[in-house]
C-alpha cells in the first residue's frame, strides 16, 4: 500500500533553503541532498511506521548521508513532512 505524501510549505522551505546553500559549494553536493530527501520520502511512501515517533505524534527520520532530519505525521493514508532540520542546530529554534 502506498500513502499520499504532504510536504508542508515550511518543510520545503528549509529543504530550498539547505539545497541553494550546497548549490553555492557545489551543485552535485546539492543533487546528492535532492536524491536523499527523494530516497526517503519513497522510503516513507511506502512504510511510515520505519522511524519511531519522537515528540507529539511526530515521526522522526534521519538522512543517511546529510545531517539532517525530517519530521513527519502520519494521518489515516498520509504522511505530512512537516519539517527538515539540521541536526547542528538548536532545536529550541524550530517552529513547533
Not at 504532504?6 to 553536493?29: C, G
Not at 536524491?35 to 512504510?47: A, G, N, P, T
Request: glycine share 2%; no cysteine.
Amino acid at each position: 500500500m502506498s500513502y499520499k505524501i504532504i510536504i508542508t510549505k515550511a518543510a520545503e522551505d528549509a529543504l530550498i533553503k539547505e539545497y541553494v546553500y550546497y548549490h553555492d559549494i557545489n551543485p552535485l553536493l546539492a543533487e546528492r541532498l535532492e536524491h536523499e530527501f527523494e530516497r526517503l520520502i519513497d522510503l516513507l511512501q511506502k512504510y511510515p511506521f520505519i522511524f519511531s515517533v519522537r515528540y507529539k505524534n511526530v515521526h522522526f527520520a534521519v538522512m543517511k548521508n546529510f545531517r539532517y532530519t525530517v519530521h513527519y505525521v502520519v494521518k489515516r493514508k498520509t504522511v505530512f513532512v512537516i519539517g527538515v532540520f539540521h541536526t547542528a542546530r538548536n532545536p529550541d529554534t524550530w517552529s513547533k
